[in-house]
């Protein structure tokens, strides 16, 4: 069993930044790799981000790519992802997920742990 925390979000305008946090507890974090996907109101989840078990390699989506940056704390079982230059179309639920695999994956299908989600609104 793993349990996953996010945390970070928040309101913010338009080019601002956030950095969301995910705390992961149980089964063995530095193992697997690890994602972020995003939900809008309305519209199906979508991926945005994943990193390897060890950080090696990381795979993101076009929407965000250069905008935004993954990253890992193995010590500290704690997933990152580095927002910038946000835009209003950043709005939704972020949920981070731990994978059944080492390398990253774009597919939801591939996660088999995800955390309650964080809310990032920007406005504009």
């Known amino acids: 069993q793993v349990q996953l925390v996010e945390s970070g979000g928040g309101l913010v305008q338009a080019g601002g930044s956030l950095r969301l946090s995910c705390a992961a507890s149980?089964?063995?974090?530095?193992?697997?790799?690890a994602g972020w996907f995003r939900q809008a109101p309305g519209k199906e989840r979508e991926f945005v981000s994943a990193i390897s078990w060890n950080a090696d390699s990381t795979s993101y989506a076009e929407s965000v790519k250069g905008r935004c940056t993954i990253s890992r704390n193995n010590n500290l079982n704690t997933l990152y992802l580095q927002m910038n230059s946000l835009k209003p179309e950043d709005t939704a639920v972020y949920y981070c997920a731990t994978a059944r695999k080492v390398w990253p994956s774009k597919s939801g299908n591939d996660y088999d742990y995800w955390g309650q989600g964080t809310q990032v609104t920007v406005s504009s």
């Open positions: 149980g089964r063995t974090f530095s193992w697997y790799a």
